[in-house]
Nanobody, 121 residues
Framework: VQLQAFGGGLVQAGDSLRLSCAPS????????MGWFRQAPGKEREFVAAISRYGGTTYYADSVKGRFTIFRDNPRNTVHLQMNSLKPEDTAAYYC???????????????WGQGTEVTVSS
């Protein structure tokens, strides 16, 4: 499975961005999908995850109420809608695919390259 994430950019605090990820190579609905992020000098951390058919979602406390993960299985895409962005959201954002819905980095088998999000104050 290959993952391509896109949609990052430079925005101001309070703005919105939508990240997208387009897996290829296997049936998209075979996988739970997750978004993680990594700021410079910090470990990669969980942001949001969604089950194979979208019925269950998990969020990190730091983004709950501001970020929404959703997927479009017919179009083989998963999105992360990010609203009310804060400077502390600045990081490289990664999408990941795995067999199990999880908030744990190591449970995901496939990773895309990061897309950079920078939020200025």
């Amino acid at each position: 499975v290959q993952l391509q994430a896109f949609g990052g950019g430079l925005v101001q605090a309070g703005d919105s961005l939508r990240l997208s990820c387009a897996p290829s190579g296997r049936t998209f609905s075979d996988y739970a999908m997750g978004w993680f992020r990594q700021a410079p000098g910090k470990e990669r951390e969980f942001v949001a995850a969604i089950s194979r058919y979208g019925g269950t979602t998990y969020y990190a406390d730091s983004v709950k109420g501001r970020f929404t993960i959703f997927r479009d299985n017919p179009r083989n895409t998963v999105h992360l809608q990010m609203n009310s962005l804060k400077p502390e959201d600045t990081a490289a954002y990664y999408c990941a695919a795995g067999n199990t819905l999880s908030i744990v980095v190591d449970t995901y088998d496939y990773w895309g390259q990061g897309t950079e999000v920078t939020v200025s104050s």
